[in-house]
């Protein structure tokens, strides 16, 4: 375990599909082997535990987000290096819980909607084009791009490894690692 680490948080953000749960799970492998203290908080997991009950308007979503950040910020404070699997399709919900946490880095895992489709092992967006799924972000419900964020991988471009090296790379950078 490495000394005096400080705390960050890792907020993954895309599209179902785009792969934010694949890139935070390598990550955390990666910074697992080097001994670091790292977890995962992903969007549905959190939402089976930790917000269960709260649907998929636009106010459930942001409370969600506002849940998974105060955790997220618990961690970070106490120097575990938190990866964060949220669609989190709201920019001002974002914004506000990088503001809480401070120590924050916002991966935009870009793939194109129709990407994210041909992806979609869950059937999700198959049942939302159908109407089984009524705020379903990028098909019923607006997912708003983060306008700068720290890193962007673009997963229909880049290789899974190539992905995983810029986040290290970033987490590196700013002195995370």
Known sequence: MKREQKGVTVWFTGLSGAGKTTLARAVYDELKARGYKVEILDGDVVRQYLTKGLGFSKEDRDENIRRIGFVAHLLTRNGVIVLVAAISPYRKTREEVRQKIGDFIEVYVNAPLEV???????????????????????????????PNPEVECRTDLESKDESITKILYKLQELNYI
């Not at 049942?127 to 990028?138: C, L, P, S, V």
């Open 116 to 146: 994210c489709e041909q992806r979609d092992v869950k059937g999700l967006y198959k049942k939302a084009r159908a109407g089984e799924i009524k705020n379903f972000t990028g098909i019923s419900d607006p997912y708003e791009p983060p």
